[in-house]
Nanobody, 115 residues
């Protein structure tokens, strides 16, 4: 079965960096677009970034452009989110996502940006 396991969240000061990882299993990883979403209490989950199966196309939310970088390693069945110049408003639970006929989500990893 499809499994997505995120890691790398934590507490960081404003202006700092974090790298999130998502380990995927249970499907042919190299064939699917992968995405990162985030959610804060009381708000809908929002798309942060996505990357095509061959890593040729990436998309970012306007709020994270020029600060976050999504990448993938198909040999390691993993997708990453490098987050730089973090702001307090980036505080959220971050989820790894893939749509393979239906939606699959990881369990989420908390990112807190605070001094």
């Amino acid at each position: 079965q499809v499994q997505l396991v995120e890691s790398g969240g934590g507490l960081v000061q404003p202006g700092g960096s974090l790298r999130l990882s998502c380990a995927a299993s249970g499907f042919t990883f190299s064939r699917y677009t992968m995405s990162w979403y985030r959610q804060t209490p009381g708000k809908a989950r929002e798309l942060v970034a996505s990357i095509s199966s061959g890593a040729t196309t990436t998309n970012y939310a306007d709020s994270v452009k020029d600060r976050f970088i999504i990448s993938r390693d198909n040999a390691k069945f993993s997708v990453y989110l490098q987050m730089n110049s973090l702001k307090p408003e980036d505080t959220a639970v971050y989820y790894c996502y893939v749509r393979k006929l239906v939606d699959y989500w990881g369990q989420g990893t908390q990112v807190t940006v605070s001094s």
